[in-house]
């Protein structure tokens, strides 16, 4: 079957024939092809397991929307975030790419506020996507009773991907610590063993990765939140514990850190110079990808303090205003609600489908973990990856994390970061 207006080929036991028409996208479609068109997808998938994901979607594409052509619009650098600079530019000028990877949650709510994206809610119910989607997160990708992009995903945040190998060279072994102080405590060890830098970490954005995971330890899932809604909540004691906490952290950490990006950091912890990174579940597919083995070669646990809290961010793609092909957008986003679709990129991505009629047994045993996870566990969401606040937000605690790595002054962060949710709360 494809998608969009081409007609279907149909098998007729002896080849291809073509010429059967079908209904879809809402649309009667029978008669000629659309001429078709290409359709420009912008996205940050340009490396490793994300790079081989990206791919697979695309070439559903290649075969459901046949008279369409895919142009790679990515833009590397992880989470996006020289990405969505250059986005910001692209839309200002009235030049927005045919569609656009955005996260469920604050981020697309900017768009959706500024006008930069079109109401998709008649397609959701002609694809049959309002049946097949969490109510949750629906929820975080709706404004004003409509819906604006198609989330292709849902990955998990607060996790730390560890190396077996080094933990059992401090005698740890598979020892997973219960809070952030028995963490440090066996960071310690570690570097008594020789492990200098046992915690790997990377530039600006995997910082506040970090950082929001100790606000969740340190907060617990409700009062975590409340600090997208209540500037007071930064002032509490628990977030200048959480940030003591964070600063006690950041002395276990590569000196390089501001310099590099997360397969680096990754790379630190496989390559045995560290013992653990936060990080989110991108991190086996791309290992995968590198012939390394989970479980034998890496092993995960929740950030401790956080266990049985599934912080979550979904990756969606839109249909901007003045996109120049909608049709031929729309076939993309077609194909990336479809069960084919999401099977095809997640299984390579790490996440896990954001549909709820996946089957489990297509996927490996950590993703099937983490489905079951996604139904039981407290859902919060994510800073760094734009499903808990606006990006102008975001900014703000990125370039004072950013700081904080050089000057490391706990005081200051904090006040910076309640002046940044009292700008972005607007109270
Ligand atoms: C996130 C994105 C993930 C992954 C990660 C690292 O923002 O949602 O899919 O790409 O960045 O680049």
């Not at 990405?83 to 839309?91: F, Q, S």
């Not at 849902?154 to 401090?170: E, F």
């Not at 901007?320 to 194909?335: S, Y």
Request: proline share 5%; aromatic share 8%.
């Amino acid at each position: 079957m494809r998608f969009g207006k081409t007609p279907v080929r149909v098998r007729l036991g002896i080849g291809w024939v073509v010429g059967a028409c079908v209904a879809l996208s809402g649309v009667a479609a029978c008669g000629p092809a659309t001429p078709g068109g290409t359709v420009e997808v912008f996205s940050w998938w340009t490396e490793g397991g994300e790079k081989a994901s990206f791919e697979g979607l695309v070439q559903v594409f290649r075969t459901q929307c046949e008279d369409q052509r895919f142009v790679n619009g990515a833009v590397e650098g992880g989470a996006g975030g020289n990405a969505r600079g250059v986005l910001a530019t692209r839309l200002a000028r009235g030049a927005p790419p045919d569609t656009f990877q955005a996260h469920a949650g604050g981020e697309l709510s900017d768009y959706i506020r500024a006008g930069q994206l079109q109401d998709l809610s008649s397609d959701y119910a002609a694809w049959g996507l309002d049946r097949v989607l969490p109510r949750t997160l629906v929820e975080s990708l709706r404004v004003d009773g409509k819906i604006y992009s198609v989330p292709v995903n849902i990955h998990r945040a607060n996790l730390v991907w560890a190396n077996p190998t080094v933990l059992a060279k401090a005698q740890i072994g598979r020892r997973t610590p219960p809070s952030i102080d028995a963490w440090i405590k066996d960071m310690k060890v570690l570097q008594s063993w020789g492990v200098e830098e046992p915690l790997a970490l990377g530039t600006g954005w995997t910082q506040v990765m970090l950082l929001e995971t100790v606000l969740l330890a340190d907060l617990g899932p409700q009062r975590f939140r409340t600090l997208w809604r209540s500037p007071a909540q930064w002032r509490s004691r628990d977030v200048a514990r959480a940030i003591a906490h964070y600063d006690a952290l950041l002395d276990f950490t590569n000196a390089d850190r501001d310099a590099i990006d997360w397969p680096e950091s990754t790379a630190l912890v496989t390559g045995l110079q560290a013992a653990y990174t936060v990080m989110g579940d991108w991190v086996p597919g791309t290992l995968d990808s590198e012939g390394l083995t989970l479980g034998t070669d890496f092993m995960w646990f929740p950030v401790p303090g956080t266990q049985g809290t599934f912080q979550f961010l979904s990756d969606s793609f839109t249909l901007p205003v003045g996109a120049k092909n909608p049709e031929g957008t729309k076939c993309w986003l077609r194909v990336v609600g479809s069960a084919q679709g999401q099977r095809v990129f997640n299984i390579r991505k790490g996440s896990i489908p954001a549909r709820t009629d996946a089957r489990p047994s297509d996927y490996s045993a950590y993703q099937q973990q983490a489905m079951r996870d996604w139904t039981r566990a407290e859902l919060v969401p994510s800073l760094a990856h734009g499903s808990a606040a606006s990006t102008g937000w975001l900014d703000d605690v990125t370039t004072a994390v950013s700081e904080f790595s050089v000057e490391r002054d706990p005081l200051v962060l904090r006040r910076k970061l309640v002046a940044a949710a009292e700008a972005h709360t607007g109270r």
